[in-house]
């Protein structure tokens, strides 16, 4: 069995990085252009910036990427965070790299001392979602979204 690295992202992964990306944009039949990629893979690099990554790697090439970020939480009084994008290459799904995200994203907001991740999934997303059962509690949620 190979072994999972996970690292932050940095130039070297960005064309493998990009092809992750690029799967995750048509599983959720979404666009991705050069311009979209080259903000997100900017975010990334920025350490300034409020978006986050984690790249696994097996056998030194990316796998799977997480993008999260700090979200404030006003009824808390406190940040959560909030994971943006998860994706793991088609062929290494099984392999255990989700989890292997999922642990490193525990550890990231154990050290920014957030009291837990947030995510959204696709309804119809079942693969994932029988991993996040396992790893999280479905709460009672739906989610809109406001066009301006």
Known sequence: MATIELTKPHDDL???WRQLYNGYATFYKREMTD???GNVWRWLNDPDHEVNGIIALMDG??????HFRRMPSPLRGEDVGFLDDLFVD???????VAQALFEQLRAEAKARNWALVRWLTADDNYRARGLYD???IKTMWNTYEMQV
């Open 90 to 96: 088609p062929d290494r799904r099984g392999s255990g």
């Open 61 to 66: 090439k990316p796998a799977g990427l997480a």
């Open 134 to 136: 396992t790893l999280s």
């Open 14 to 16: 960005k064309q493998g």
């Open 35 to 37: 311009e979209i990629a």
